[in-house]
Nanobody
Framework: QVQLVESGGGLVQAGGSLRLSCAAS????????MGWFRQAPGKEREFVAA????????YYADSVKGRFAISRDNAKNTVYLQMNSLKPEDTPVYYC??????????????????WGQGTQVTVSS
């Protein structure tokens, strides 16, 4: 089972950038697709981005397309989320999770599992 630790969150002004990291333990990291989700207080967890096991295929929510980029380094067991042109609505807690297989089979919460503890992103206007 993969265990995850997210980092890189913080306070940034609108228009700024942050890079989130998700470090995974376990030998099977490279076998799974990885995803980033976010959740604001009182709201459901929503999909942000996902990447296949090799990094060759990426998927994005419409709200972040063109501003965010997901990547992974299997040698370091780490997946990244580069966030540019941040907006106040990008504020909630960000979580990473492995997919159910090497390829991305769906973009819902149920298509991913073994969530990390999350990292808070706050974008001030």
């Amino acid at each position: 089972q993969v265990q995850l630790v997210e980092s890189g969150g913080g306070l940034v002004q609108a228009g700024g950038s942050l890079r989130l990291s998700c470090a995974a333990s376990g030998r099977t990291f490279s076998r799974y697709a990885m995803g980033w989700f976010r959740q604001a207080p009182g709201k459901e967890r929503e999909f942000v981005a996902a990447v296949s096991y090799s990094g060759g295929n990426t998927y994005y929510a419409d709200s972040v397309k063109g501003r965010f980029a997901i990547s992974r380094d299997n040698a370091k067991n780490t997946v990244y989320l580069q966030m540019n042109s941040l907006k106040p609505e990008d504020t909630p807690v960000y979580y990473c999770a492995p997919g159910r297989s090497a390829v991305v089979t769906g973009l819902g919460v149920s298509d991913f599992g073994s969530w990390g503890q999350g990292t808070q992103v706050t974008v001030s206007s």
